[in-house]
């Protein structure tokens, strides 16, 4: 746990600017003034050390089941110790009551996991078009993909998902599946492909999709890769 640290690296977006990278991708910058308009605040407030009247991002735990006992998570280290809380889905009232008060005092930007896989919230689609039909402009969540499915993909791309975080913690397949301990590392590489294909098939901008490396003894050698 001490020796993990977590790093955002682009997985589609190519033309990023490495140097300035909170500069807007040519992917974000499709997105209009009003997504254009919050990350600037994003990185703005920060900086100037400003608490504004409303926060602007809200981390949403939509599920706390996961299918996997990646071996640096805490959550498989309290379910070892017998310490985790109950395995539950969030409510659809609760989801909904959090998102309307925050779009109520100009929330911007939700992202639906803390330590679950949002994938197995039967609703999740349904959420993310809550989301962006109350006006919040960046909806998104990272996921192992184990169980991104076409019809999934499809659902949440027309529901406007904004980003999707893939967690790819190794290209070694062995390596790989002993980090994400019970996955299949290429189902996992077929999933995530396929989403992007088919996104491009349907002529849409967004998810901006990325990839997530927890950097940790057994892998750091291959975060050049």
């Known amino acids: 746990m001490t020796d993990a640290v977590k790093?955002?690296?682009d997985f589609v977006e190519l033309g990023k600017n490495q140097q300035n990278p909170d500069e807007l991708s040519p992917r974000e910058q499709l997105l209009?003034?009003?997504?254009?308009?919050?990350?600037?605040?994003?990185?703005?407030?920060?900086?100037r050390h400003f608490?504004?009247?409303f926060p602007i991002h809200l981390d949403l735990e939509i599920t706390s089941a996961c299918d996997?006992?990646?071996?640096?998570?805490p959550r498989t280290i309290q379910i070892e110790e017998g310490t985790f809380r109950t395995v539950k889905?969030?409510?659809?009232?609760?989801?909904?009551?959090?998102?309307?008060e925050g779009a109520r005092y100009g929330l911007k930007s939700v992202k639906f996991n803390y330590l679950g896989e949002p994938l197995l919230h039967p609703r999740v689609?349904?959420?993310?078009?809550y989301c962006r039909d109350k006006g919040i402009v960046d909806v998104m969540f990272n996921t192992n993909a184990t169980t991104l499915t076409e019809k999934k993909s499809r659902a949440l791309i027309e529901a406007g998902l904004t980003k999707?975080?893939?967690?790819?913690?190794?290209?070694?397949?062995?390596r790989f599946e002993r980090?994400?301990?019970e996955s299949d590392f290429d189902t996992i590489m077929r999933n995530i492909k396929r989403f992007c294909e088919i996104r491009e098939e349907m002529g849409s901008v967004t998810p901006i999709t990325r990839a997530n490396m927890t950097v940790m003894k057994e892998n750091r050698h291959e975060l050049p890769a």
């Not at 996997?68 to 998570?73: D, W």
């Not at 889905?89 to 009551?97: E, G, I, L, P, V």
């Not at 689609?125 to 078009?129: I, L």
């Open 164 to 174: 999707i975080i893939f967690s790819v913690d190794s290209l070694d397949k062995e």
């Open 89 to 100: 889905h969030m409510d659809w009232a609760f989801f909904t009551k959090c998102v309307d």
């Open 179 to 181: 980090i994400r301990a």
């Open 51 to 53: 608490v504004g009247e």
């Open 32 to 47: 209009g003034p009003a997504y254009a308009e919050y990350r600037r605040i994003w990185v703005e407030y920060p900086n």
């Open 7 to 9: 790093i955002n690296v």
């Open 125 to 129: 689609a349904e959420m993310v078009r």
């Open 68 to 73: 996997l006992k990646c071996i640096m998570c």
